[in-house]
């Protein structure tokens, strides 16, 4: 038999991801038996409350380029190379560059609003908008 090697591995990944499922599973109820604790001490504070209009969280960075928190130090990386202020645009396009990704439009659409997003959420303390108009250039904060 000249496939017994490739055999017991396959073997042993479908018993992994056999143990891997039951384990998501049994972690699957704990989850539902805590979120319904959850909802009884909300019916506790507020009998009236409606726990279905609570929608779900979901995290997924699908930024493939920067990990969490990671963006906005690039961003003022750029700005601080730059010789003037800066659309959100420009920077977005500045940043994949760093990263050697060639800015096309999907690209600039996936990491434009978190851009746009953290300049907005440090208007004043980093960074400062330019002038009036849109759209907003940007610049660091002395």
């Given at each position: 038999m000249?496939?017994?090697?490739a055999m017991y591995a396959l073997l042993r990944l479908h018993a992994e991801l056999g143990g891997k499922i039951k384990?998501?599973?049994t972690?699957?109820?704990k989850l539902a038996i805590d979120m319904m604790h959850v909802e009884a001490v909300l019916k506790l504070?507020?009998?009236?409350?409606?726990v279905r209009v609570i929608a779900p969280r979901r995290r997924n960075n699908k930024n493939p380029w920067?990990?969490?928190g990671e963006m906005f130090r690039h961003a003022i990386d750029v700005l601080r190379?730059?010789?003037?202020?800066?659309?959100a645009r420009e920077i977005t396009e500045a940043l994949l560059r760093s990263c050697g990704v060639e800015p096309d439009t999907k690209s600039v659409r996936s990491l434009f609003g978190g851009v746009q997003g953290s300049l907005r959420n440090h208007d004043g303390v980093t960074v400062k908008r330019s002038g009036e108009g849109m759209p907003a250039r940007w610049r660091l904060a002395n």
């Open positions: 000249k496939h017994k090697p384990a998501n599973r972690e699957a109820k504070l507020d009998p009236s409350f409606n920067f990990k969490k190379r730059a010789s003037g202020p800066m659309t």
